[in-house]
């Protein structure tokens, strides 16, 4: 083993950096975070090429006085903290004295600053770590820091750079999570030149909601807001109607710093519960106020997680306070809500043009393209108010047993396809399971995760296929979207369009939608995009498309099959079953849940106690 050296203070940068500075949007949250600290009033940021290329953040805080600026950009030197017991009474959002120093480590920084006090600034340079010396220059009071060519000594970082779309999109996120943390301070964000929020100072942080994520969910907002032994609860909650397929819209501010806690999403679910389809993640900007010693906030090296003194205490305040207030709120969704089925819910049969029986269509044709014999399809009936139902699709093979249903019987068919009882003795319990009898003794089979996986599989051979149906929109619609929703969005526009989804930009954070999978038909485009979006950033890191595009089939997939809950007629229990047959794993729902459960008749007399 060669001998033990200690580091040169470039390398202990570089490696602080490593933790700290991960890309663009890192440096951003730094630098906004020092100068909310530095008790400025207005923020002006400037972004080029997602941050990568420049990242300039301009202040009216208190300045730095000249002699102290290489201090500044010093490892381990802040005006903050000055020993480690203060370390439990942190008011700033920085403490650490790395963010600086990091940064300069592995970019081109620039740091102009002034004091009230002082009668001109000085400016400072430091190159990859190298610093100039400090200069007198003109300046306004305040600080302002420049951070160009991000990684430009570290290459193998630099490789780990995204797009400008993706990087702009975390870039906003960084900016997003500051200024909802803090609505009396002015921001604004310029990207390549052009201004893309101008926010001015707030009392109502729903304003900030509105131009970061529209005025739809800035609407639904259910205030909420508690007090006990010092902590503070306040802020908003979106109403169940508006939710998401990840937590990504859910903030959650500490003494003014975002962070994310598990035991706190935990209570939020909680109180949600029953309230969203399973799967599905609330919307919230919470703000949680406490006595500085309450909690450690030295756990993390950017510090987005926290420890807490009281955990326990905190989950229950949280899930209290929202369960109160949703007893006391009509939560029911403003006639926009979407019906589960694939298939219109058709008191616009109309209006939907056809769309209608599209489920039905297609099912028929996998049918078809199965037994090679065209299927029928009886006509839909359904009346406004009438509970959702899946329209009946003949299925021949079965006719024998449905005469009553069937009176175009097809005995060819049926011969084709050998019939088999299990229909006849399909029961629907708790508009969950079907119950089947089979050769070997019963089969209980969950409707979701069956039709789930049909549906998948057929997806999935489509799409590989290049054939998947997709619905082109007379009007196309705007979706807006986040930043880095909006990028993710355009980043993966070719895999999308393989699902049948069309988008291009549309200005700013909006995509047009202008196509998308005729078996979401009966969901609105912007929620199908959004649940997409949900998906490509799930996975951080940048997934194998091909690992992506099965996640996008499991979401269509989950999204147009019957939902766990619904009650379905006696055609479609029997359209069900009858599919079954159809897919390859009919055993596994796409996340490998089994469909059914099998219970042999000796296991039936084994539990009766006749064997
Ligand atoms: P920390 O924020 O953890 O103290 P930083 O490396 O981010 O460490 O900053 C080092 C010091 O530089 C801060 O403690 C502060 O005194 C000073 N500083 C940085 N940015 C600003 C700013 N925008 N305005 C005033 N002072 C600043
Ligand atoms: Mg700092």
Sequence with gaps: MPAIQQLSASVVNKIA???????????????LENSVDAGAGRIDVTVEQGGGELIRVADDG??????????????????????????????????????????????????RSRTADAESGAEFEIVGGE?????????PVGTTIEVRNLFFNTPVRHKFLRSTQTEMGHTTEALTRLALAHPHVHFTLTHNGRLVHDLPPVEDVRQRVAAFFGQEIADDLIEIGS???????????????????????QYLFLNGRAIRDRS????????????????????????????????????????QE????????LYSQLLGTLRTKFLTTDLTARGKSNRSWPISASNDEAESGGSVSQLVHWAKEQLGQQTGTPIAVSNVSSR?????????????AFQPFETQHSPRANLDVASERPATPESRNALQVHNRYLVVETEAGIEVIDQHALHERILYEQLRDKVLAGVLESQRLLVPEPVDLSASEAAAVLEQAELLSRLGVEVEPFGGETVLVSSYPAMLANWRPAEVLRDLVEKLLAG??????????DELLHMIACKAAVKFGDRLAPEEIDTLVAQRHLAQDSHHCPHGRPTALVFTHEDLDRQFKRI
């Design 227 to 249: 007090e006990t032994d010092g902590v503070k609860l306040t802020g908003f909650v979106a109403n169940p109607m508006h939710s998401r397929a990840s937590g990504r819209m």
């Design 17 to 31: 950096a490593g933790e700290v500075i991960e890309r663009p949007a890192s440096v951003l949250k730094e630098l």
């Design 131 to 139: 610093p100039r010396p400090v200069a007198p220059v003109g300046c």
């Design 540 to 549: 951080g890191k940048q997934p194998e498309a091909r690992d992506l595009l």
């Design 264 to 303: 706190l999403q935990h209570a939020l679910g909680e109180a949600f519960r029953g309230l969203l389809l399973t799967g599905r993640q609330p919307i919230c900007f919470l703000r949680l106020e406490m006595p500085a010693e309450l909690i450690d906030v030295n756990v993390h090296p950017t510090k």
């Design 384 to 396: 406004p108010g009438e509970p959702l139902q899946l329209h009946r699709i003949d299925v021949p």
């Design 62 to 111: 208190c300045g730095i006085v000249d002699e102290e600026l290489p201090l500044a950009v010093a490892s381990h030197a802040t005006s903050k903290i000055r020993q480690a017991d203060d370390l439990f009474s942190v008011r700033t959002l920085g403490f650490r004295g790395e963010a600086l120093a990091s940064i300069a480590e592995v970019s081109r920084l620039t740091l």
């Design 306 to 313: 926290v420890r807490f003194q009281d955990g326990g205490r």
